[in-house]
């Protein structure tokens, strides 16, 4: 028989998500082993984003996303300066184009109240003109705690800590299948080194696999996994000098998102993510999809030269809701009573701002689970529904996407 190994925690995904669960749970002082199947961390959705560390203006009120993304911002900026990581604190402008747009703006700058941002202020055309001279807008929205950052600098200071603290990460280590057994996870590895590990605690934070490291535990009960589906979003690149020195949304139309301008620490400019509904992974950039990002680049930067875009790359977002559904959806975050099994924690749909949010939802979950090891959900914070097949945040949906 197959020598077994016996652990105390494993994460399960190796993203900025699972990094920031190992490196909370390694400080706590539980012995973490992160098991991450490809070969680098970070590789999948990690690297795929638009590395901006959001405010948390647009989410509903008391949602997941709301409440661990305005958490998430400060410790995230708190961390980048005591651990110099390179990210810059650019602010960002949601630009109204004509007055119809206004009562959003309005609105907007109530939602962000209502989630504890209160930075925020509405400035008029004349203020517009002075702060960013080639954005065209009869307002805007300033939010001065949007900010961007290096996402790899960033995972690698967490795998770092992880290390200081006595856990590992070990690449090239897919988890294939596993078994709830009593009070114990059993997982069967594959890759290069195929092995059989039995834990005190899963965290399973495997992005756009959750669902199917969930699917291949026998005993989890399949009620309580979410519904998938993914939304994929393309960028394309900007070969011209960026037309802003601050992050540009515009109000989103009917239906749909706004094509916005994010720029990287380089100060190069690139807009999107849009939204296209997949039903299988894959990151080609179609460069068709140009035609719509011009026409909704030109609402708020006229001067946007002909064929100045190139495709750029794409990243795909786990979704718990479906495009029939509205498309919204909050982070789904299952603790031991949710999930039914005290050793066996399940995160589904982080997607934007996860980025943001990963150290909140680190301490987050290493809150669930000391309190798990009391029989009892996280007492401060977020209120979660245990009366639900999931802890889904009856909240309605975001306003729409960042
Ligand atoms: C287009 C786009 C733009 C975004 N922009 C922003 C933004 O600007 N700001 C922001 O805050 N957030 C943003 N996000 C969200 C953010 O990128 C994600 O929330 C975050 O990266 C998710 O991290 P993760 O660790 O959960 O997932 P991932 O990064 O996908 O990591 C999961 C890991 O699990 C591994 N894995 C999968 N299956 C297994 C298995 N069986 N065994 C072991 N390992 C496995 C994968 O290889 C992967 O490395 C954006 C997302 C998208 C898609």
């Known amino acids: 028989m197959a020598e077994v190994l016996a652990l105390d925690c494993i994460v399960v995904g190796g993203g900025v998500v699972g990094l920031a669960i190992a490196r909370e ?16 961390i970070g590789g999948v959705t990690s690297s795929r984003n638009s590395e901006v560390i959001h405010a948390g203006l647009y989410y509903a009120t008391g949602s997941l996303k709301a409440r661990l993304c305005v958490d998430g ?3 995230l900026y708190a961390y980048c300066r005591d651990r ?34 209160h930075d925020c202020r509405l400035i008029d ?9 080639k954005i065209q807008g009869v307002a805007a929205l300033v939010s001065p705690s949007t900010g961007i950052i290096d996402s790899h600098r960033l995972m690698e200071a967490f795998h770092a800590d992880i290390e200081a603290h006595g856990g590992t990460v070990v690449l090239n280590a897919p988890v294939l299948a596993g ?33 199917t490291v969930s699917q291949a535990i026998d005993g989890l009960d399949a009620a309580t996994i979410p519904e998938r589906h993914y939304a994929r979003g393309c960028y394309f690149s900007l070969s011209a000098p960026a037309p802003a020195t601050r992050l540009i949304y515009p109000v989103p139309e009917k239906g749909g998102l706004g094509v916005h301008l ?53 990243g ?9 559904a509205g498309g919204g959806g909050d982070f789904v975050i299952q603790g031991p009573a949710t999930t039914g099994h005290p050793g066996y924690v399940a995160l589904y749909g982080i997607e934007s701002p996860g980025l943001t949010a990963s150290m909140a939802i680190g301490e987050w979950v290493a809150q669930l689970t000391r309190e798990a090891a009391r029989e009892a959900e996280p007492q401060s914070g977020i209120k979660l529904d245990k009366g639900s097949s999931c802890n889904c945040m009856k909240a309605e949906a975001p306003m729409f996407e960042p």
């Open 179 to 211: 078994q709830l057994v009593d009070d114990e996870v059993h997982l069967s590895i594959g890759g290069r080194d195929p092995v059989e590990v039995v834990a005190n605690l899963v965290v399973n934070a495997a992005g756009l696999e959750a669902w």
């Open 262 to 314: 994010t720029l990287d620490l380089g100060g190069q400019a690139r807009f999107g993510p849009d939204v296209e509904w997949i039903d299988e992974i894959g990151y080609d950039v179609d460069p068709a999809r140009a035609d719509r990002f011009y026409a909704a680049i030109r609402k708020y930067w006229p001067q946007l030269p002909d064929r100045a875009l190139q495709p750029a790359y794409a």
């Open 125 to 133: 055309r004349d203020e517009l003109a002075r702060l960013e001279p």
């Open 84 to 117: 110099h990581i390179p990210h810059r604190n650019c602010g960002k402008l949601v630009v109204a184009s004509d007055a119809s747009e206004l009562v959003y703006l309005d609105h907007l700058l109530q939602q962000a109240k209502a989630n504890a941002v």
């Open 25 to 40: 749970l390694a400080i706590s002082g539980r012995e973490v082993v992160l098991l991450e199947a490809g070969d680098v």
């Open 316 to 324: 795909i977002r786990p979704k718990v809701v479906g495009l029939a």
């Open 73 to 75: 911002n400060r410790k």
